[in-house]
C-alpha cells in the first residue's frame, strides 16, 4: 500500500536550535514530493517540490533534500515564526495529480 | 491575486440537513481536489475533477457529492450530514502538469451535531 509516514509527530526546539524533519514513503514512481507548512485554522501553504533522487531546494532557514525513499527537511537556526505543521505528500506515476499527505510534524520553536 | 476561496469557513449544522461548501479559484486551472483533514489522519481526498464535467472518487468519498459545471468552481454538497462528517474541509487547484503544487483554500470547519 502507497504511504507517505512523518516523523517526529512533534517536536520543540529552542530558538536557534537546528534540526530535521523526516518523509518516508513507499510508492513507486514518484513524480514529486512536496512538503507545505500549515498554520492553526489555515490552508497549507506550499514550500517545495523535489523530483529526483540527490536534489535539494533552499527557502531561508529551511532546506530539502530527497533521497530514493525518504526526505529531510532541515530547518537551521530555527525562529518562533517557524512553528507550524509541516506537511510531506507525494505524487506518483499513474496516480495523476493525486497527493498522499504524511499525517505532518508539529513544530514548535521557543524563544 | 492568484488563490482559491472557499465558503462558509465555518458552519454548525444539524444532521441529516443538506449543506453546499463553494470552492472557487482564479488560476485558471484545469485539476481541482477536496481532502478532509482530521486529527491524526492527515488530509484525505474526497473528490477531484480534472477538467470541468470530469470527476472521480478519492479516498473517503462516502457521503458526499461534487459537480464541475464550471473550470473556476467546484463545489462540495454533503446530501444527508452525520457527525462522522464533522471535519476540516479543503479545496485544492492546481495545472494539470504532474508534478505541480497544489494551491489550497482556507479551510472550511464544518460542525455537525
Known amino acids: 500500500e502507497d504511504q507517505v509516514t512523518q516523523s517526529p509527530e512533534a517536536l520543540r526546539l529552542q530558538e536557534g536550535e537546528s534540526s530535521s524533519l523526516n518523509c518516508s514513503y513507499t510508492v513507486s514512481g514518484l513524480r514529486g514530493l512536496f512538503w507545505y507548512r500549515q498554520d492553526p485554522g489555515k490552508g497549507p501553504e506550499f514550500l517545495f517540490t523535489?523530483?529526483?533522487a540527490g536534489e535539494e531546494k533552499e527557502k531561508e532557514r529551511l532546506k530539502a533534500t530527497l533521497t530514493k525513499k525518504e526526505s529531510f527537511l532541515h530547518i537551521t537556526a530555527p525562529k518562533p515564526e517557524d512553528s507550524a505543521t509541516y506537511l510531506c505528500a507525494v505524487q506518483w506515476n499513474g496516480g495523476y495529480n493525486k497527493l498522499i499527505f504524511g499525517a505532518g510534524t508539529r513544530l514548535a520553536v521557543h524563544p | 491575486e492568484a488563490q482559491v476561496t472557499q465558503n462558509p469557513r465555518y458552519l454548525i449544522t444539524v444532521t441529516g440537513k443538506k449543506l453546499t461548501v463553494t470552492c472557487s479559484q482564479n488560476?485558471?486551472?484545469?485539476?481541482m481536489s477536496w481532502y478532509r483533514q482530521d486529527p491524526g489522519l492527515g488530509l484525505r481526498q474526497i473528490y477531484y475533477s480534472m477538467n470541468v464535467e470530469v470527476t472521480d472518487k478519492g479516498d473517503v468519498p462516502e457521503g458526499y457529492k461534487v459537480s464541475r459545471k464550471e473550470k473556476r468552481n467546484f463545489p462540495l454538497i454533503l446530501e444527508s450530514p452525520s457527525p462522522n462528517q464533522t471535519s476540516l474541509y479543503f479545496c485544492?487547484?492546481?495545472?494539470?502538469?504532474?508534478?505541480?503544487?497544489?494551491?489550497f483554500g482556507p479551510g472550511t470547519r464544518l460542525t455537525v451535531t
Open positions: 523535489l523530483y529526483s
Open positions: 488560476m485558471n486551472h484545469e485539476y
Open positions: 485544492a487547484s492546481s495545472s494539470p502538469i504532474q508534478g505541480s503544487e497544489q494551491y
